[in-house]
């Protein structure tokens, strides 16, 4: 049995900047390693030697175990070391953690993404599978805030998705200048005007807290169930595997029961600040 404690050597083999603070990493394992299987709402703990380790959601397709692929935002003392590595060096991973957007579940349904900033990243491997099974799924709507113009996450991606006929996609920014054509505000207020059924919607949802209370609150306005909402949690994840208890939701673990849970199941403790 592989101990889940012990980083696996992976190669970086690109680095693309996505963004001012954003960057992706594409890994593959070292050298007589097997490929890596995930599922599309999972993270990795990324080890930079002597430096640490951070909790990063896997941003590439899960239908590709030859390439691992993150997106990462430096915000902090890890992650910011992290960018220095370049094509060739070498990171510790450990993984994969945590629990998966419901993709079985939401055959037959319509599909929702609401999310904010570099939410998009977990819910990247999502809108892969949607995509590559397209007929399994009923209508698809992906909603997207960033900051400005300039902060947001994958557009060529994004442009192309919204190319296509089967997938509806509408972006707003919280603030633009004149240059810009779009719709301004937060993204929960793009929820009313998408042409979805929510009594058989499956919402998956992902972004700072404060922008998921928001959008939850439109989604029922609209008359989508908690049940059929599903949200990933970002907290102080640290061991990965439930031992250090960093990451305590109320009576969960974000690293072992989440990241991602389905609203009803934490509504009550979502509700609570902090805790």
């Known amino acids: 049995m592989v101990d889940p404690m012990i980083p696996t050597p992976f190669k970086v083999t690109r680095v693309r900047r996505e963004l001012a603070d954003t960057f992706t ?8 390693r097997r490929p890596f299987a995930f599922q599309p ?18 941003s590439g397709d899960a239908a590709d175990g030859g390439v691992l692929v993150h997106t990462i935002r430096a915000v902090g003392g890890v992650s910011n070391a992290l960018t220095g590595l370049a094509a060739g060096d070498m990171v510790g991973v450990r993984g994969p953690f945590g629990s998966a957007w419901p993709m079985k579940e939401a055959e037959g349904a319509d599909v929702v993404i609401v999310t904010g900033g570099i939410g998009l990243a977990p819910l990247r491997p999502a809108i892969y599978h949607v995509l590559a099974n397209r007929k399994k799924y009923g209508r698809f709507i992906i909603l997207y805030g960033a900051r400005t113009p300039a902060d947001i996450l ?9 190319s296509r006929i089967d997938t509806y996609v509408d972006v707003t920014v919280d603030a ?9 505000g937060v993204v929960p207020k793009l929820i009313p005007r998408a042409d979805f059924d929510p009594a058989n919607a499956t919402v998956l949802v992902c972004g700072p807290e404060v922008m998921m209370r928001f959008t939850i609150q439109a989604l029922n306005q609209r008359g989508v169930g908690d049940d059929r909402i599903w949200v990933s949690m970002e907290r102080n994840m640290k061991c990965a595997v439930g031992f250090c208890g ?11 029961d989440g990241p991602v849970f389905r609203f009803d199941t934490i509504r009550d403790i979502f509700q609570v600040r902090e805790i």
């Not at 990493?25 to 007589?32: F, M, N, R, T, Y």
């Not at 633009?176 to 301004?184: K, L, M, S």
């Not at 960093?246 to 072992?256: A, E, N, S, T």
């Open 246 to 256: 960093h990451c305590q939701f109320g009576p969960k673990f974000v690293c072992k």
């Open 41 to 58: 709402g999972q993270f990795n703990m990324l080890y930079q030697f002597g430096i640490g380790e951070v909790p990063i959601s896997i």
């Open 176 to 184: 633009a200048g004149t240059e810009w054509q779009g719709n301004v």
């Open 25 to 32: 990493l594409d890994l593959v394992p070292a050298e007589g």
């Open 154 to 162: 994958f557009r060529k991606e994004l442009e192309g998705w919204r």
